[in-house]
C-alpha cells in the first residue's frame, strides 16, 4: 500500500487539530519561563533577605523574576487565546484528552484570574488569597501541561505504527505483479536463451 504524503500529524479521516513542531516547543518554552520565573520569585520572597543599608530587604532579582514573568504571562494569555480556535474547542469536540485538557484550561483560567486580583484587587486579604491560588494552581498547571502532552505524544506514536503495520502488511494487486515480472523473464526469452545455449552442443 503506497503511504499518502500527509504533512506532520495530519492523518487521513483525522482534524487537523495538533500541535506543529515549533508550537510545542513554544508553548513549553513558554510554561518552563513562567515555571521558573514565579518558583523563583517564590523562593526569594519567603526564603532569602540580603543586608541592606537599613537592614534585611529583599533580594535585587526579585523584581526582575515578577517583571519577567509579567511579560510571559502575557505573551502566554495571548498564545491562549490562539489555541483556542484551532487547537482546544476542535478537540474538546471531538473528546480528545477531555481530562487533561480540560485540567489545563481550568488551571490557565484560574491563572489568569488571580494574576489580575494580585495586580488590582485592594483589599489585602483578597490579594494574599489570590497568590495562594496563583502559585499552588501554577505548580499544579506546570503538571498538567506536562501529563496532557505526554498523552498526546503516546496516541500519536500509537497511531503512526499503527499506520506503519497496516502499510507494511497489505500489498495492493499491481504492486504484486509488478514484482512478479520483474522476479522472473518472459517465457519467450527463456525460450530464446535454452536454444541459443543448445546450439555449441549441436555443433560439437
Do not use: C
Request: charged fraction near 15%.
Amino acid at each position: 500500500m503506497t503511504r499518502l504524503n500527509v504533512p506532520r500529524r495530519v492523518y487521513p479521516g483525522h482534524v487537523p487539530i495538533r500541535l506543529g513542531k515549533w508550537q510545542e516547543r513554544l508553548v513549553y518554552i513558554l510554561g518552563l519561563g513562567l515555571l521558573l520565573s514565579g518558583a523563583g520569585w517564590l523562593l526569594l520572597e519567603h526564603g532569602v533577605r540580603v543586608e541592606g543599608e537599613f537592614g534585611p530587604t529583599h533580594h535585587w532579582a526579585q523584581a526582575w523574576l515578577l517583571k519577567a514573568h509579567g511579560v510571559l504571562a502575557m505573551f502566554a494569555v495571548w498564545g491562549f487565546g490562539v489555541l483556542w480556535s484551532f487547537h482546544i474547542r476542535p478537540a474538546w469536540r471531538l473528546r480528545r484528552h477531555r481530562n487533561s485538557g480540560g485540567l489545563l484550561f481550568a488551571s490557565v483560567s484560574l491563572l489568569s484570574i488571580s494574576g489580575l486580583l494580585l495586580y488590582y484587587a485592594g483589599n489585602e486579604t483578597l490579594r494574599g488569597l489570590s497568590s495562594l491560588v496563583h502559585w499552588i494552581i501554577g505548580f499544579a498547571g506546570s503538571i498538567a501541561l506536562i501529563v496532557h502532552g505526554l498523552l498526546i505524544a503516546r496516541r500519536g506514536r500509537s497511531r503512526h505504527d499503527s499506520d506503519d503495520h497496516a502499510s507494511g502488511g497489505s500489498q495492493s494487486p499491481a504492486s504484486s505483479s509488478s514484482k512478479a515480472e520483474r522476479g522472473s523473464p518472459p517465457a519467450s526469452l527463456s525460450t530464446a536463451r535454452t536454444v541459443s545455449a543448445e546450439k555449441p552442443r549441436l555443433a560439437r
